[in-house]
């Protein structure tokens, strides 16, 4: 019995080293090929996700040119306003009629924003107050204002800059910090000439031709050439002063003598000087739900089945009666009127 049970382990043995002398050693190289395929597709895949996320990036990318080339047929000025949210406005006469949101933190904070129809300060007063909000901002951070394109002489371009200047400040001073201001002019940007000199030169090539001509009456051109210097320097020196008075009032100005509400633009600040805000009951579509059926559209049984609400004539939704299905409501800040309820529209400080 000893020696059947031998056997029969011995024979097992042997069976067992045949099975495994009788697999394909090459299994486990094609094995190791196949994975080492398989990671370099995957790699090459990764390389071409990349390559194309580059390429895909590189195409947002555009130039001043190519933002320019979508501007309106016609404005004065274009500039560009950097804090994180970046933004091109266009300027006409003083107010932005026209702009372009040129990065995702611009969109973020665009709708909150009214950018166009307004004056130059009250738009950089929404970017610069939301740009706070969201934390794009910070105390001592930079305010970039640059003149990139210009159809406009240079005398009134730093005019209106110089009140962004101001308005930036005023802007901080109302959210109780402090920005850096920077203002530029493009290198590129050609102004055109103003009217004050080219009145003179024409001026001046008309003389010329006139005293070629009149060359008996030189005294009486004389005299009146004095007569008109006189009067110029008069009026130079009148203007001086004037200019001197209203830089010396200028600088006398208490920069808290805006209003801190307001931040010195009269508009109320809770609706942006529209006179509406949001409604919040209707969630802004302008309809509610039905009080009568409850936004099932039946109310009651007849003979045949469910009868239809006669309130919502099966809807289930009637208007919103507060706002009339608009979906807006005035503002309860300055109760539809649009201005600051603190300085009426005054935009200076009641207490000072």
């Not at 195409?59 to 979508?70: F, N, T």
């Not at 308005?167 to 109302?174: L, N, V």
């Not at 002019?185 to 003179?200: G, L, N």
């Amino acid at each position: 019995m000893k020696r059947t049970i031998r056997v029969l382990c011995l024979f097992l043995c042997f069976v067992l080293l045949l099975s495994g002398c009788s697999k394909d050693p090459s299994a486990g190289n094609s094995e190791a090929a196949s994975s080492d395929e398989a990671n370099a597709i995957d790699s090459g895949q990764e390389q071409e996700v990349s390559s194309s996320d580059s390429g895909e990036s590189s195409s947002k990318a555009e130039s001043l040119e190519d933002i320019l080339a979508r501007a309106p047929e016609e404005y004065d000025l274009a500039l560009t306003v950097k804090i994180n949210p970046q933004f091109i406005l266009y300027l006409l006469s003083y107010e932005v009629i026209a702009y372009e949101a040129l990065n995702e933190e611009a969109v973020v904070i665009e709708p909150r924003c009214v950018l166009t129809d307004r004056l130059l300060k009250d738009v950089l007063n929404d970017i610069i107050r939301f740009s706070y909000e969201e934390g794009f901002l910070q105390d001592g951070g930079d305010v970039s204002v640059t003149i990139v394109r210009a159809y406009t002489n240079e005398e009134e371009a730093r005019e209106l800059i110089e009140e962004a200047e101001s308005a930036i400040r005023a802007i901080a001073a109302s959210l109780g910090i402090t920005v850096n201001a920077v203002i530029e002019i493009e290198s590129s940007v050609a102004f055109t000439p103003s009217e004050e000199s080219s009145s003179a030169q024409e001026e001046g090539s008309a003389q010329g031709s006139d005293s070629s001509q009149q060359g008996d009456s030189s005294e009486q051109t004389e005299s009146s050439e004095q007569t008109a210097a006189e009067n110029s320097e008069y009026s130079e020196n009148y203007a001086g002063e004037s200019s001197n008075e209203e830089e010396s009032r200028s600088e006398e100005r208490d920069p808290y003598e805006w209003c801190p509400v307001c931040g010195g633009t009269g508009y109320c600040d809770r609706c942006h000087g529209l006179g509406t805000v949001y409604c919040d009951e209707c969630g802004g579509t302008g309809y509610v739900t039905c009080s009568k059926c409850w936004g099932l559209g039946y109310a009651g049984y007849e003979s045949y089945g469910p009868k239809v609400c006669d309130q919502c004539g099966g809807y289930g939704i009637v208007i919103h009666e507060n706002c009339a299905g608009t979906g807006e409501k005035n503002c309860p800040g300055c109760y539809g009127l649009g201005t600051c309820s603190v300085c009426h529209g005054s935009g200076y400080n009641p207490n000072d």
